[in-house]
């Protein structure tokens, strides 16, 4: 499965300054690792369609979603508060209209790694359920 590695300068600056601040539409998603069983932090962008929040990776097999698959109860803060939801994978057939939509609300900023990654497999795409719902 294919995969971006982030800059330096992304995973140590920028996705700090993201999920502190916001920018860019952008929430934290709270993954128990799967190696230490510790919380993990990550900057998302969520895109909801037809009623149904879903999370994105944009550099494809990340750890994040390795850590989701093995264990899908995440978190997902925003400024309004955390909710505990279950992540469920989409298959990779019925990943285009959400990665449409994904795409048109992140912006700009996300087209590099759709021209690098252009197969809609390659972007792991999972549906949030509320947790105890």
């Known amino acids: 499965m294919a995969y971006?590695?982030?800059p330096w300068f992304t995973v140590k600056i920028f996705n700090r300054i993201a999920m502190a601040t916001?920018?860019?539409n952008s929430e934290t998603l709270t993954v128990t690792t799967r190696s230490t069983g510790q919380p993990q932090q990550i900057p998302v962008v969520t895109v909801d369609v037809g009623g149904t929040k879903y999370l994105v990776s944009t550099r494809g097999e990340s750890q994040w979603v390795?850590?989701?698959?093995?264990?899908?109860?995440v978190t997902v803060t925003d400024k309004s508060g955390t909710t505990k939801y279950?992540?469920?994978?989409?298959p990779a057939q019925q990943r285009p209209p959400i990665l449409a939509a994904y795409r048109k609300k992140a912006g700009k900023v996300v087209e590099g790694y759709f021209r690098k990654l252009?197969?809609?497999?390659?972007?792991?795409?999972f549906a949030l359920t509320a947790a105890g719902g």
């Open 4 to 6: 971006l590695k982030p």
């Open 118 to 125: 252009p197969d809609p497999a390659d972007h792991p795409v």
């Open 86 to 90: 279950v992540a469920r994978e989409i």
């Open 66 to 73: 390795k850590n989701v698959r093995a264990n899908p109860d």
């Open 22 to 24: 916001g920018i860019s």
